[in-house]
């Protein structure tokens, strides 16, 4: 498995392989032991650490460390992380779009937003009627509105602009 690991602006490569831990190409002999629940003593080589995690976040990766009682902070992306970074978007989210499109073809029953609003994710900006069922079409994320592309009463096509978003 392969790692992006980011400490203090810098960047390493980390892949664990069957003969052993590298880094950036470089090949370490590395042993971690666990000394509490989030205590560890890392030997890497003939140099010795002690770590304690001092907070985790899922949705950014961060790695809250404290090592020899120097707090340090490190991004941790794995091979997912990675590629959906390639793509323009982060794991455990949508890539943020510059545009709300039409999930479907249908009627706008209503228009929620207004130009210049400031909408926060989850708050409705369209309600789209199809097949006779109304849905409700949210922000994915807190949003300015530029424009809005379509009125009440309006017919739709599948991915046609409805709101664009600064």
Known sequence: MKYKIRIGGREY??????DGLYVSGQKFDVDLY?????????VA????????????????????????????????QDEFDILLAGMGMKAGGAKQSKELKAPMPGLVVDVAAS????????????ILEAMKMENVLKAT??????????????AV????VLITFE
């Open 13 to 18: 490569e980390v892949e664990k392989k069957a």
């Open 115 to 126: 130009i210049g609003a400031k909408i926060e994710k989850g708050q409705p900006l369209i």
């Open 141 to 154: 994320g807190d949003v300015i509105v530029k424009a809005i592309e379509v009125k009440k009463g309006m």
């Open 45 to 76: 080589g003939t140099q010795g650490y002690n770590l304690e995690v001092a907070g985790f976040s899922s949705e950014t990766k961060e790695l809250i460390l404290t090592v020899n009682g120097k707090k340090t902070q490190v991004l941790v």
């Open 34 to 42: 666990q000394t509490a629940e989030k205590s560890f003593h890392l």
């Open 157 to 160: 096509e599948k991915n046609q």
